[in-house]
């Protein structure tokens, strides 16, 4: 009976049932549908085989030999188990083969962009200087040197990790409190009302909004603001609203849906169970939310916040029409432009320091990318980290 | 401490649904009150407006009279959290809070309120609860462990030892063994008979031979139909409830041949 409960089962034992046959003993009369376990690879060989000599008809190339490899594959694959087992384990092998098919098409475009950063963006990453150095005093001539003398590419990110590391900071210390608190009031406070609802439909919106619309609108909130402020004050007028606190409201626009939203789940997922528990004990609905809630959520809310953080660190257009973009190294938020990440990367590609020479440009470009990838990697990991490490100790009986 | 509860005319509803309708009762202090009656008859319902639970759902209000001791737990002045200080609960399910030790579990009425107690002091109040919740002999060595690597039976009783660390004059405890093996229910059976020394017990149980094996009054509550109000039927001793009760409904359901 087991033997067959599942087709899988039948197929791994079978060379232990030809194993047992040659030593004399009957194969168990409830076995069917066994097909040797390497015939996938044969298949395979004799698809790639085949592919390759369909695609030499009309001149090959790598793609075309995969492609005929794969159609190939599951038409054999299909067939064989059609004529040799039946129709069902047939269908059963085809859809398998289909679906991974289509997994490792998914994986491609990333496998490939990762590739391609890694191999472009280690010889400017291994440069001297690369992440301690900003682009002062690095002018077309320098990079002409480099080009066509074959000195050093010098000039390298450092003013821009700092630029995305503050920018993005201010964002989350401005969108966390806010996102954290709208997420509260849904989930502990609103009863389904008519304000819970706008609200959902309004974050459900501004998830959709365009990056370059919150850059915009971020923009010309911070010039009107500043505007107001002077015209009351007559303080502030030399200040102008391109600085990298604008910048981070404009992340934040685009992090507030994404922390409400992440959050909101976690705090649904806590069991009423233990704010009833609080209750009972006699404590206010204020400190069962910040003690018994919150805590019990924190991992997936630090996970959340990370990912989110990881999502807006990435933004190019936002920063570039509110940050600017300078070649030197700025710390203060509210005082001159910025550079982030991602500027730096599209500017050294669009507008190259040499426009004649523009190899080291797209060096330094290719490098940053590659630490712009480390940076959203590392965010990753670290989200994983702390939902372990913030888990509730559910288990440990 | 132990405090009396009477109930007088009190109608418990959920917006509009009435839920359970115009109990009057005198549950004694220093006693074991079992509720019993099948499943959606506003036992659990008429419970949890005991201590002012019910009114975490929205909708959820009372009218009539609740009094404690004759202090009317539903004045508009009073505060819902002063009564549940006073009436603790103990839910169907064991809950201990997943985030704290088998110690803060314990502690969680004062640390959650971010009472100051020394450390002395709040090694008394530990051993103390876990003393009377019986417990104390199975973690005395393992205080800091999560609350969760308890078995279910002991996290229930956890969940004891967390309610009457707080000191209430009145336990209430929703159907507490259901989830339990039968010596986990043992266990706590002979807990609600030592508790009830000290405080009022109010239990609602599923479970007739656990009524009658731990109660002193036994209420039976039932309900006419679908959509109807739950109403208390039958309140007397145990013993009257189980050998002769005055009503056939109350005979009928403690014989088995309801339903």
Known sequence: ?397 | MSKRIDAKDLNVYYGDFLAVEGVSMTIDAQAVTAFIGPSGCGKTTFMRSLNRMHEVLPGARVTGQLMLDGDDIYDPAVDPVTVRTMVGMVFQRANPFPTMSIRENVLAGYKLNGARISRSEADDIVERALRGANLWKEVESRLDKPGSSLSGGQQQRLCIARTIAVKPDVILMDEPCSALDPISTLAVEDLIAELKQEYTVVIVTHNMQQAARVSDKTGFFNIAGTGKPGKLVEYDDTSTIFNNPREKATEDYVSGRFG
């Open chain 1, 1 to 397: 009976m087991t033997n067959t409960t599942t087709p899988d089962a039948a197929e791994s034992r079978a060379p232990e049932d030809d194993s047992l046959q040659t030593r004399g003993r009957t194969r168990s009369r409830l076995t069917q549908n066994a097909q040797p376990r390497w015939q996938w690879l044969v298949v395979l060989a004799v698809s790639a085989v085949l592919g390759s000599a369909l695609s030499a008809l009309i001149g090959f190339n790598v793609a075309g030999w995969l492609i005929f490899t794969a159609v190939l594959h599951v038409v054999i694959t299909y067939v064989i188990t059609l004529t040799r087992v039946n129709r069902r384990r047939a269908t059963d092998q085809l859809w398998r083969n289909l679906i991974f098919i289509a997994f490792l098409i998914a994986l491609l475009p990333l496998v490939s962009v990762i590739w391609s950063v890694v191999s472009v963006g280690v010889p400017g990453l291994l440069a001297p200087g690369f992440l301690s150095s900003d682009m002062q005093g690095i002018t077309g001539t320098v990079d002409e040197a480099s080009q066509t003398e074959g000195t050093a590419v010098l000039g390298g990110i450092r003013h821009a990790i700092i630029g995305s590391l503050v920018i993005t900071v201010a964002a989350t210390v401005i969108s966390v409190p806010i996102g954290l608190l709208t997420s509260i009031y849904l989930v502990e406070y609103a009863r389904g009302g008519l304000l819970s609802r706008a609200i959902t439909f309004f974050v459900d919106v501004m998830t959709g909004i365009p990056s370059i619309v919150a850059g915009l609108f971020a923009g010309a909130a911070m010039a009107w603001f500043l505007g107001t402020l002077n015209a009351v004050t007559g303080l502030f007028g030399s200040m102008s609203s391109t600085m990298g606190i604008t910048a981070a409201v404009a992340l934040s626009v685009l992090m507030i849906p994404v922390v409400v939203r992440t959050t909101e789940e976690m705090l649904r997922v806590v069991p009423n169970e233990l704010r009833e528990a609080s209750f009972a004990l006699g404590v206010r609905k204020w400190r069962t939310i910040l003690k018994v809630v919150i805590p019990t959520a924190v991992s997936g809310i630090a996970s959340g916040v990370t990912l989110a953080v990881a999502r807006v660190i990435g933004e190019t257009a936002p920063i570039l029409v509110t940050a600017g973009y300078v070649v030197n190294t700025n710390w203060n938020l509210f005082q001159g432009w910025i550079t982030a990440l991602p500027v730096y990367i599209y500017r050294q590609f669009v507008n190259p320091t040499s426009p004649a020479f523009s190899e080291p440009s797209h060096q330094r470009a290719w490098a940053a990318a590659l630490v712009l990838i480390i940076i959203v990697m590392l965010l990753n990991l670290i989200a994983r980290i702390i939902a372990k490490v913030f888990a509730p100790k559910t288990s440990g009986r």
